[in-house]
């Protein structure tokens, strides 16, 4: 008995430990989310059908993936001045350095229509994931994300 205890238990622990969540973390940058304020931490679901946004355990907003019409792209570059003063209260020299740096923010757009409904939604995702973010949202909906950065806007 004991034995058939100790089997089950090597086999129950690793998938239990190594069973991982599919979504992506994103931060909600804006967007048509009702209820939703920027800077709320938030989950993005790629299903087969569609695209799930969740916020802890509920739904948020489902798009079904035929509605998407475009999903775009972006970075926000600045330097990271604030960090710089505080440094140099410490370090004027490391200060001095931390002024040169940069900081990168990856930024993914997501437009649709479901015929009844039209919106759209920006999401700031990790460096490390907005690139699977793109590749699932471009397979699943057939569209090729657009870079932001070189759309111009004419008035």
């Known amino acids: 008995m004991k034995c058939f205890f100790a089997l089950v238990l090597c ?13 992506y973390k994103v931060i909600y940058d804006g967007g048509s989310v009702p209820g939703a304020k920027a800077g709320s931490d938030m989950k993005l679901y790629i299903d087969g059908n569609q695209v799930r946004i969740t916020k802890g355990k509920a739904d948020v907003m489902v798009i079904p993936a035929s509605a998407i019409t475009e999903i775009s792209y972006g970075q926000d570059v600045h ?5 710089a003063i505080g440094l140099a209260f410490v370090s004027l020299g490391i200060g001095a350095l931390m002024v040169l740096s940069k900081s990168k923010k990856h930024f993914v757009g997501l437009t649709w229509d479901t015929g009844e409904s039209k919106g759209g939604i920006a999401l700031q995702c990790d460096k ?24 111009t806007v004419k008035n």
């Open 79 to 83: 330097r990271r001045v604030g960090a």
């Open 128 to 151: 490390s994931d907005y690139r699977g973010v793109l590749a699932g949202l471009e397979g699943v909906s057939g569209k090729k994300a657009v870079s932001s950065d070189t759309m």
């Open 11 to 23: 086999f129950v622990i690793p998938v239990t430990v190594f069973a991982e969540d599919s979504g």
